[in-house]
């Protein structure tokens, strides 16, 4: 293959993976029922980028990506859905999950989401939950789904309702997410558990 074969082959990715994120970003939007100038503004990129992006005549950066997909709520890699290479996994490093800031989070209180295969239609929800400081009131929370929680280290009481629950390491507890629920006491820190949504029918 001579340098110029392969100029030519790497133009035609470039102008591949711009014609898949085109697609992706206005197919996106179109679902979230945003405009171009919503999308612009909840994205932070201006709308003539934006533009020049869903007409596949600009080469976004990995930041302009990065907030793009935050901005329409699908992981980076559902971007380039659509390509060869594509794989409908996500792999997270330990630790390198994205925090969130729920309702009610405090200081010592580290809510990671693990790669969630996130969209404009919501089925799992995967987190590993960290709590590192004792505080004397705990957030409660009430979400649509099933909700599956399994410790891994330290203990905590589990409130569900009226009902309390003692999970040490290894316990797991599975409820409804429209119950009012969440930690009620710090037995023993550091505290942490997987908790899984599942919402079961998508989700937007």
Request: charged share 20%.
């Amino acid at each position: 293959m001579t340098n110029l074969d392969v100029l030519r082959t790497a133009d035609a990715v470039d102008v591949s993976v711009g014609w898949v994120i085109a697609q992706r970003v206005r197919e996106y939007r179109n679902q979230l029922g945003f405009t171009v100038e919503q999308l612009a503004e909840r994205s932070g990129i201006s709308k003539g980028m934006l533009s020049k992006i869903e007409n596949a005549q600009a080469s976004p950066s990995l930041g302009t990506l990065v907030k793009l997909a935050a901005a329409i709520s699908v992981p980076l890699t559902a971007l380039f859905r659509g390509l060869d290479e594509e794989h409908d996994a996500l792999f997270v490093r330990a630790g390198n999950g994205v925090e969130i800031i729920r309702k009610g989070t405090r200081v010592g209180h580290r809510y990671e989401l693990l790669g969630e295969m996130r969209g404009p239609n919501k089925v799992v929800e995967p987190m590993l939950v960290t709590l590192n400081e004792h505080s004397e009131v705990f957030p409660l929370f009430q979400h649509p789904g099933i909700e599956f929680i399994y410790m891994l280290e330290g203990i905590v009481e589990y409130g569900y309702g009226s009902d309390r629950y003692v999970l040490n390491p290894g316990d797991a507890l599975q409820f409804s997410g429209e119950i009012v629920h969440g930690p009620t006491e710090l037995v023993a820190v550091p505290i942490k558990f997987l908790s899984v949504i599942a919402y079961g029918s998508p989700r937007r």
